[in-house]
């Protein structure tokens, strides 16, 4: 089996406009930023995008955003984009805030096929206006729904032709989740292996959930801050 493919031009070119998208990453660590570069290239437009957060302004789902191409972002922590911040305040960009906890969550239920699951994380709070609520055991929860998408792009540090993948420290993050919400999963990984070079016991994600693979053996490895000591 030999999910590879040739470019992550390739891989995207089937992504239509208007599609929802699952992003893995935490901050810029782990984001499938080929990806997200090759669906700039392409110019799709109209797109709900699932992330914990928007990348920076010149990087990652920043980019994406700068050329309008964005329409909607599901996500829990946005602070670090300038443009995000005014296409927002401006009402160009629809936003749904979610608590981070409740958004691995709700990502972890739409691959699992739950439902829904009550929490109590938001009560009483914005987050919770046009939701269920109940009292369990004399505590109140909110009911939230699974969150699913069309695609989902996902960076990993191994990959075999399969699709088995394994993740590198934090660059885990979402990305192990997010691959099994999607319709479609395609994935950016750093190594490219042979089938059974992977010892079954180290994978991460099996291959069941990878449609498609692109081995990107270099990447910027942007960060969002730089802090130094001064030299002495």
């Known amino acids: 089996m030999n ?3 040739a470019s992550a031009a390739e891989a995207v070119e089937r992504i239509p406009d208007g599609a929802t998208i699952l992003m893995g990453g935490f901050g810029l660590c782990g984001i499938p930023e080929t990806l997200i570069a090759a669906l700039r290239a392409r110019g799709n437009k109209g797109l ?21 191409q964005v329409r909607k972002m599901i996500s829990t922590y946005v602070g670090e984009n300038k443009e995000f ?11 749904e805030l979610v608590p981070q906890g409740t958004f691995a969550e709700r990502i972890r239920a739409g691959g699992a096929g739950i439902g ?5 994380t938001g009560y009483g709070t914005l987050v919770s206006e ?3 609520t109940r009292i369990i055991d004399g505590k109140p929860y909110v009911l939230e729904s699974p ?6 792009f996902v960076k990993a540090w191994r990959g075999d032709r399969a699709g088995n993948l394994v993740y590198r420290k934090t ?5 192990p989740v997010m691959a099994t919400a999607a319709r479609r999963t395609i994935v950016e990984c750093d190594e490219l292996l042979d089938n059974g070079a992977i010892d079954p016991d180290d994978v991460h994600l099996p291959g069941i959930f990878v449609h498609e693979i692109v081995h990107v053996p270099q990447h910027e490895n942007a960060f969002e801050y730089k802090t130094v ?4």
């Open 3 to 5: 999910k590879v493919l």
């Open 48 to 68: 709900t995008v699932i992330s914990n957060n928007a990348g920076i302004d010149d990087f990652g789902i920043g980019v994406l955003l700068r050329a309008r």
């Open 85 to 95: 911040e005014r296409q927002f305040l401006t009402g160009e960009l629809e936003v």
């Open 116 to 120: 829904g699951f009550f929490t109590p």
């Open 130 to 132: 046009g939701k269920e």
């Open 147 to 152: 969150l699913k998408a069309d695609f989902a």
């Open 171 to 175: 660059a885990r993050n979402f990305n």
């Open 229 to 232: 000591r001064p030299r002495p």
